[in-house]
Each structure stands twice: as structure tokens, then as C-alpha cells.
């Protein structure tokens, strides 16, 4: 602050009998300080000079980062897939073991949370994606990755409205916002196309159907699901929806004795298949009291890949549009079920 000097305050501003004196700062002065005050706060707390942003993961952590990531490692199957959704297969330099959607992704290089920390460092990645329970199982991995400087952030829905808030993260952390907004309004569009198939449906004609997620403990799927979101979507009435998610996941615990007393009731038994639930139509078929289930008995058995049921992604579209197919085929015409949700 600026105080006036002697000769200021006898030719200017001299105060009067009983007045208090008068302090003034220059507009010169005044800008210099603002300024030294800025840059102190600059140089003791640098953080303040960059426009950050920030997600919360699935493990409650707030994440903050200055700008996208571009360096990514990918240690599940749907954020790899997500990832190339988005136009990021430059950004994409290693994924986990066995995958193979997109074709692309054969092509990266392959992590596992079995690895060393040190392999991943010497990747140089700036982000890698994991979900809650690789967190939670590998901790001391992920501790290793963190002080080395790289930013781990742990995400999976599941359910729908989750689904789109994960996409939207993914959007924020690659600096595709845009795109991610894009994919959720195609995915939205095209459940709109496959409603107008349903309309001649009515409630009381729609198929009862019995969802499997994993056969040798006979699991369901939770009623908030994406896998039931697809089976109601498809004009599919869930019989298991008295089923309660196991800690908070998409799977359900059902069991034998449920199922038979519903047994009448099945219009349709459907079950997902790949790595999650290796099962075919015939295991069904020969499972011990199944012959009791009335799609058993007319031969309404089916499985459908998982990836298209189970994961969050843009292919969650066509494995709707397949359900579909299964329980009306007349409805469901032979439109090129590839093409559904491409961007």
C-alpha cells in the first residue's frame, strides 16, 4: 500500500483539523502488487495455474488430471472395446490377455495384473483402466503403479444409467466428450427402433423367460442388469425377478428348486455363453429335472454370446436386437444386426 509522502500531503491533500489521513494507491502501483500477489500464489501452489478436471471412479476416488490421457493400457475387455468406440487406437498401447473385439485389438501389446509393476512402467503409460475388483484383489500392484506416476482408475457398471455415466468418464478422461455423447444417442435411437418392433406386442402376449448367467451354480442375472435391460428391452418379461444381486454385480443367486417351481412359466430358457458360462443347449436339456421346464419340453432353449448381454458397450444394442429375434421372429427382421450401434 501506498502511503503519501510529506510533499504529497502538503501540496495535495493536506487534512484538515480533526481528519484522518488520507492513504491512496497509484493505478500503477496498484496493478504491480496484483501482479506479485498472483505470481506468489503461482509459485507456492502451482496446482492453482491449471485447469484440472476430475471423475470419480467406482472405488469412490476423485481422480484429477490436466488433460486427456495418451498412453492407455486396458486391462478389460469392454474398456478396450469402449476405447476403439471412441476413436482411440493410437492412444491404446496394451490391453489384457485374450482379446479380440475389435480385431484391432489382437494387434496390442498384452498386460495382465498377474505382471510385474515394473512391466507396466516400462510401457510409460500415463492411464490404465482396471475394474473395482482387480483394485481390490491387487492393491499392492496398484499402490506400485500410482508412485510410479501413472494414474489408475478403477470403473464397471451395471446397470443402463450407469452405463452412460461410465461412457461419459471414459469421454472426459480422452478428451472425447463429444463422441461419448454420440455413442449414447445412437444406442438411444436404436432402442427406440426396436421398440416400434415390439408395438404389436401386448404386455399379456410378451414371452416369460428365464435368464441364465452361470449354469453349474445356477445364477441369474440381478433385475437392475444390463442382461435383464436387454431382455426387457427385447419384449422379454424376466421370471427371475425376485432374484437379488450378489454384492453388488450383475450376477444373481437363483438355484434348482426356484426355477422348477417356475417351471411352468418359462416360455423361453436362455442363457449366455462364453467364458463366463461354458454351456450349450444340450447341457441344458440334460440338466437333472429340467425336463419339467415348459421351454425345455418345446424345445425353446437358447444361448447367446455374453459379450453381446453383458458387457457395456455399443454391442449391448445388438445383442437386444437378437433376444429380440428369439422371441418374435416375425417381428424382427433380417436387418444387418452388425451395423446396430456403430458410430
Known amino acids: 500500500m501506498h502511503y503519501l509522502n510529506s510533499s504529497e500531503k502538503k501540496l495535495k491533500w493536506p487534512p484538515l483539523k480533526g481528519q484522518k489521513k488520507v492513504f491512496c494507491l497509484g493505478p500503477l502501483r496498484l496493478f504491480l502488487i496484483i501482479t506479485i500477489i498472483t505470481m506468489l500464489k503461482l509459485f507456492l501452489c502451482p496446482s492453482a495455474a491449471k485447469a484440472m478436471h476430475s471423475i470419480k471412479d467406482d472405488c469412490q476416488r476423485v481422480i484429477e488430471f490436466e488433460k486427456p490421457f495418451k498412453r492407455i493400457i486396458s486391462l478389460y475387455g469392454a474398456h478396450t472395446e469402449n476405447l476403439f468406440s471412441l476413436g482411440l487406437s493410437d492412444e491404446i498401447i496394451g490391453v489384457s490377455m485374450h482379446e479380440d473385439y475389435p480385431p484391432e485389438a489382437k494387434e496390442k501389446a498384452t498386460f495382465s495384473y498377474h505382471d510385474d509393476a515394473e512391466k507396466f512402467i516400462a510401457a510409460q503409460p500415463d492411464?490404465?483402466?482396471?475394474?473395482?475388483m482387480i483394485f481390490f484383489a491387487y492393491n499392492q500392484l496398484v499402490e506400485k503403479l500410482r508412485k510410479a506416476g501413472i494414474t489408475v482408475v478403477s470403473?464397471?457398471?451395471?446397470?443402463?444409467?450407469a452405463m452412460y455415466d461410465y461412457w461419459k468418464k471414459l469421454g472426459a478422461l480422452t478428451g472425447r466428450q463429444d463422441v461419448a455423447l454420440q455413442m449414447m444417442a445412437i444406442f438411444k435411437t436404436s432402442l427406440e427402433?426396436?421398440?416400434?418392433?415390439?408395438?404389436?406386442?401386448?404386455l399379456k402376449d410378451r414371452k416369460r423367460v428365464y435368464f441364465e448367467s452361470i449354469h453349474s451354480k445356477m445364477?441369474?442375472?440381478a433385475p437392475e442388469s444390463m442382461a435383464i435391460f436387454a431382455l426387457r428391452s427385447a419384449g422379454g418379461i424376466n421370471v427371475a425377478d425376485d432374484a437379488k444381486a450378489?454384492?453388488?454385480?450383475?450376477?444373481a443367486n437363483y438355484g434348482k428348486e426356484r426355477i422348477l417351481a417356475k417351471a411352468?412359466?418359462?416360455?423361453?430358457?436362455?442363457?449366455?455363453n462364453g467364458v463366463m458360462n461354458k454351456v450349450n443347449k444340450e447341457m441344458i436339456e440334460q440338466e437333472t429335472g429340467f425336463k419339467a421346464i415348459k421351454a425345455v419340453q418345446e424345445d425353446r432353449i437358447y444361448c447367446i454370446n455374453e459379450m453381446?448381454?453383458?458387457?457395456?458397450?455399443?454391442?449391448?444394442?445388438q445383442g437386444i436386437y437378437k433376444i429380440g429375434k428369439i422371441l418374435y421372429?416375425?417381428?424382427?427382421?433380417?436387418?444387418?444386426?452388425?451395423?446396430l450401434g456403430k458410430i
Open 127 to 132: 492411464l490404465i483402466l482396471i475394474r473395482p
Open 155 to 161: 470403473l464397471q457398471p451395471t446397470g443402463i444409467e
Open 193 to 202: 427402433r426396436i421398440k416400434g418392433k415390439l408395438s404389436p406386442v401386448s
Open 219 to 221: 445364477k441369474t442375472f
Open 246 to 251: 450378489v454384492a453388488g454385480s450383475n450376477i
Open 264 to 272: 411352468s412359466n418359462i416360455d423361453v430358457y436362455l442363457a449366455q
Open 308 to 317: 453381446l448381454v453383458s458387457r457395456p458397450t455399443m454391442r449391448l444394442i
Open 329 to 339: 421372429p416375425n417381428l424382427f427382421d433380417s436387418e444387418n444386426i452388425r451395423a
